[in-house]
């Protein structure tokens, strides 16, 4: 049977799968797609995976303001957390400031948020961003917010774990300090992938595709993972989900 | 002495140009309506310090004038894309810009409250962010012998914090519920400035239920009652955010020109006159 999904639903079923088997998992400010995945993830686990959103009142079990997270976080209470870029080297080095000379950026972004601290601290951050261009995957970030990599005396139990992009699925190699194609999603190409990142990276001699979502897993997104991410991401719910 | 005014003007006098003040981010308590008035009164070189972000209001502070630097983790208006016009403001170098990360603004207000000088936190080490702060310092875990670096913030002790809460009694005790970095920024600042939607018949704090969610009238300055305080942004558990409104904003706001026009259709002098 060919099952028809979007390329957002493709993208939420990668990153659910990498959820699997977890307890906890928080999702910042801006993130619909992560949302999304975090909460089909919770669905899929059959209520064992905590789900703390950002901004949600409904999906949120904090009770201390804006620090619990990050308090969790430091105490290993958060085991997946994502963090996206306006730009991402092949050393996992994020900048969510800006593009050219500082302070004063050709391009601004909003800011760091909290990458600067989570990104040492949760164990499995997924690096998420839908744009997978030359302009976004870069050799060298103009900023690190975040750097993808800390020497050995820096206190660091959290890191990079994937780069999920639009065209395909990268895992970090922590040792090589690298990145490393994993999948290609539907569609797409090695060629494509190539041309369109700006950093070099490792590949396997035979890349698989990214596994296409089932029918099971398409109607929990477009019901119940709907229903539940519009209450924070409204207009997203609409654009994606809506018929 | 009651602690409440009789209207939002009177209650943002009490900021004045040049004051360090304290924000809350959209989702959590937005006292947009007092921002109004306060672009209206032409209060300039304000510090903003998101806590740990701010959305609408800071930029329309900063559209407006009102500022002349930005410390905070993000300027962020989430699902509508950039902020116009602090983004407008960077690239011609309007504003200056501290950038930070959540947990060290949460930490340097919590040192604050604490009445200690810093914070360690921590991450931070080999962000660019640190190399333009010299309010954050490396230092070394005193009770570790072993090179163990470790990053200290300064305390934040805002002037004035300013947020929209959803309730308050007449002893002037503010309830924020589980919105409690408002909490931790009414310790921290000299003074704290509140509106609020609705009065609480009886004291919150004599409610065993309100009582944990509440700021005690200890730490708050003046408050006034601002039906829809937060519009055109939401409040927690109140009303959502005005999704149209919100929209035109991002339009009108993308050039100068039309951020004027804004100004004059929705902010200067309108509300002053109610």
């Known amino acids: ?243 | 002495m009651s602690l409440h005014l009789d209207n939002i003007n009177t209650l943002i006098e009490l900021i004045d140009s040049g004051n360090k003040l304290a924000l809350a981010p959209d989702y959590s308590g937005c006292a947009m309506k007092a921002v109004r008035y306060l672009i209206n009164h032409k209060v300039r070189d304000l510090h903003l310090v998101g806590v740990p972000s701010i959305g609408f209001q800071g930029d329309m502070l900063i559209g407006s004038g009102c500022v002349s630097t930005v410390e905070t983790a993000a300027v962020t208006i989430g699902e509508y894309g950039l902020a116009p016009r602090f983004t407008d403001a960077i690239k011609k170098g309007a504003v200056n810009i501290i950038d930070g990360t959540c947990p060290a603004i949460h930490a340097g207000l919590q040192a604050a409250e604490k009445g200690i000088p810093y914070m360690p936190v921590r991450g931070i080490i080999g962000s660019d962010l640190l190399k333009k702060r010299e309010d954050w310092i490396i230092g070394n875990n005193p009770f570790d012998k072993e090179d163990s670096p470790l990053v200290m913030v300064k305390a934040i002790a805002p002037d004035v914090t300013l947020i929209h809460a959803p309730l308050a009694d007449r002893e002037g005790n503010v309830w924020i519920g589980v919105r409690r970095e408002m909490m931790v920024m009414a310790h921290a600042s000299k003074t704290t400035l509140v509106t609020y939607e609705n009065l609480y018949e009886g004291n919150l704090l004599n409610d065993t239920n309100m009582a944990p969610g509440t700021i005690s009238s200890l730490y708050i300055s003046a408050l006034a009652l601002a039906k829809n305080g937060a519009w055109p942004v939401g409040l927690f558990g109140t009303y959502p955010a005005d999704d149209t409104h919100l929209r035109l904003y991002i339009e009108m706001a993308r050039t100068e020109d039309g951020f004027q026009n804004y100004l004059s259709q929705y902010v200067l002098d309108k509300e002053i006159k109610e």
């Open chain 1, 1 to 243: 049977m060919n099952i028809q999904f979007k390329p957002e639903e493709l993208i939420i079923s990668t990153i659910a799968d990498m959820l699997e088997g977890l307890s906890h998992v928080a999702i910042g400010a801006s993130s619909p797609i992560p949302g999304s995945a975090a909460l089909l993830a919770r669905a899929k686990s059959k209520g064992k995976l905590r789900v703390s959103m950002l901004g949600s009142e409904e999906h949120n079990a904090f009770t201390n303001g804006g620090t619990e997270l990050f308090d969790c976080a430091a105490q290993g209470r958060i085991d997946a957390f994502f963090l996206g870029g306006g730009q991402i080297d092949g050393r996992a080095n994020i900048n969510l400031v800006g593009i050219g000379e500082y302070p004063r950026s050709k391009a601004r972004f909003p800011g760091s948020f909290g990458s600067a601290y989570l990104y040492f601290l949760i164990p499995r951050i997924i690096l998420f961003r839908e744009e997978h261009t030359p302009r976004v995957l870069v050799p060298k970030v103009d900023f690190i917010s975040a750097p993808g990599i800390s020497a050995e005396n820096i206190y660091r139990p959290g890191g990079p774990y994937a780069l999920v992009t639009g065209r395909c699925v990268f895992i970090f190699n922590k040792k090589l300090g690298s990145f490393c194609l994993k999948s290609l999603h539907p569609g797409h190409t090695i060629e494509e992938v190539d041309e369109m990142t700006g950093f070099t990276y490792e590949k396997p001699i035979n890349i698989p595709q990214t596994p296409k979502p089932s029918a099971a897993t398409i109607e929990l997104i477009r019901g119940l993972v709907a229903d539940e991410v519009s209450e924070t991401y409204p207009a997203f719910a609409e654009r994606v989900f809506a018929n």
